[in-house]
């Protein structure tokens, strides 16, 4: 015997996988509902659909995000269009066409009422991505950026206390965008992070340094504040997300990631966002995402980390396939908007990375995030 044997201990069995392939059929049936011709896709269905003026209104038309993750749902499933394939390659050819021809050939743009031109921008031209494709035009609009500062002001002035999330969206879509049309030249991007480096906040690991509010208990006594209203840590953390993704893509360090990892935690074990885990939508991948990447950067509370992780897959899986069997036992679709259902698959994708042997599937789940950056 030596010090790496033993007579009396047992290793112990792996934790029981949760088999998600019905969730996965769902999402690939879902696909075939929304699509109308190839790489053509509405975003809606069933209730979605019928509240944005139904088949003939905007829910049943072709939308950006609906084409864009369709793309990106197939790739995250693992059965996205081949190019050795005759009938897919053209089904390649027809995606990169939709979503090209969706773009303003004057602005550079992409639009869709539900987000900011900049999100749908990014969001498409990460789609197009996965196809090795790009914008077919310049992204004109954003050229402002390259000015001397301007950059630096324009996350300066993004409204990090009241709306964290939502102008994460700005902040984080200016550079995705950028980078995969090409038009981010090293020393901007090397700007970019300079200036979320500085603005880190310590306390909670999130951006900006000064505008997070580390507890419910702030949040609320500050509501109302003329002048320094601070939207929940939650928000915080939503927001972070998309500034970490794009950290990742350039292979950068985080400033704090002991700090991010412990405001994940105390998240979680207070309920500070009560329909995480019970909801189709992307907050459970910017929770997941934030952990399991601060994780990788340093060692902090791993075990209670990898802990809060597993409970957290085993009750979404469990939510999930519930959602699932009682869809098709009501004769309804699981999934209504093709939008929330990738970032669902987003956050199995994740869980399924981190925590080997917890999630079953057919085929392995990819994060498309590993390949470029924005969802």
């Known amino acids: 015997m030596n010090a790496f044997t033993s007579t009396n201990e047992q290793p112990k069995p792996p934790p029981a996988a949760r088999d998600m392939q019905s969730v996965v059929d769902a999402a690939l049936a879902t696909l075939v509902a929304a699509r109308f011709a190839p790489g053509r896709y509405a975003r809606w269905l069933g209730n979605a659909r019928e509240q944005r003026g139904g088949s003939g209104g905007e829910g049943g038309a072709v939308n950006p995000y609906g084409c864009a993750d369709a793309a990106n749902i197939l790739y995250t499933l693992g059965h996205f269009p081949r190019t050795s394939d005759a009938d897919e390659a053209r089904e390649r050819d027809a995606a990169v066409r939709a979503l090209q021809e969706m773009q303003n050939a004057d602005s550079g743009l992409f639009c869709e009422a539900t987000h900011h031109t900049y999100h749908v921008t990014a969001h498409c031209a990460a789609a197009l991505e996965l196809f090795d494709a790009r914008p077919r035009h310049p992204l004109r609009t954003l050229g402002f950026l390259d000015a001397p500062d301007a950059l630096e002001n324009f996350l300066e002035q993004l409204d990090w206390k009241k709306s964290p999330w939502n102008s994460s969206h700005q902040g984080a879509g200016i550079f995705a965008a950028r980078v995969i049309a090409g038009e981010a030249t090293p020393g901007w991007q090397e700007r970019y992070f300079a200036w ?33 209203e601070r939207a929940p840590l939650f928000h915080s953390l939503a927001g972070s997300f998309h500034y970490l993704f794009n950290h990742e893509h350039a292979r950068r360090p985080l400033r704090f990631p002991s700090a ?3 405001s994940c935690l105390r998240i979680r074990a207070q309920n500070q ?8 939508s992307f907050a459970e991948v910017d929770w997941v995402y934030c952990l399991t990447r601060a994780s990788r950067q340093c060692a902090h509370r791993f075990a209670e980390a990898q802990a809060a992780l597993r409970e957290f897959a085993a009750e979404y899986c469990d939510f999930l396939l519930m959602l699932v069997r009682d869809a098709r036992t009501q004769g309804r679709p699981p999934f209504e908007d093709l939008h929330t259902l990738f970032g669902m698959l987003c956050a199995l ?20 995030l590993d390949r470029r950056p924005f969802i």
């Open 260 to 262: 991010m990892i412990d």
């Open 349 to 368: 994708a994740e869980l399924q990375t981190a925590l080997p042997g917890t999630i079953r599937t057919a085929r392995p789940l990819h994060l498309v």
């Open 273 to 280: 966002h009560p329909t995480l885990g019970a909801a189709v």
């Open 196 to 228: 979320l480096w500085r603005e880190a906040d310590e306390v909670s690991g999130f951006w900006r340094r000064g505008a997070v509010a580390t507890s419910a208990a702030e949040a609320e006594e500050r509501r109302g504040a003329a002048g320094d």
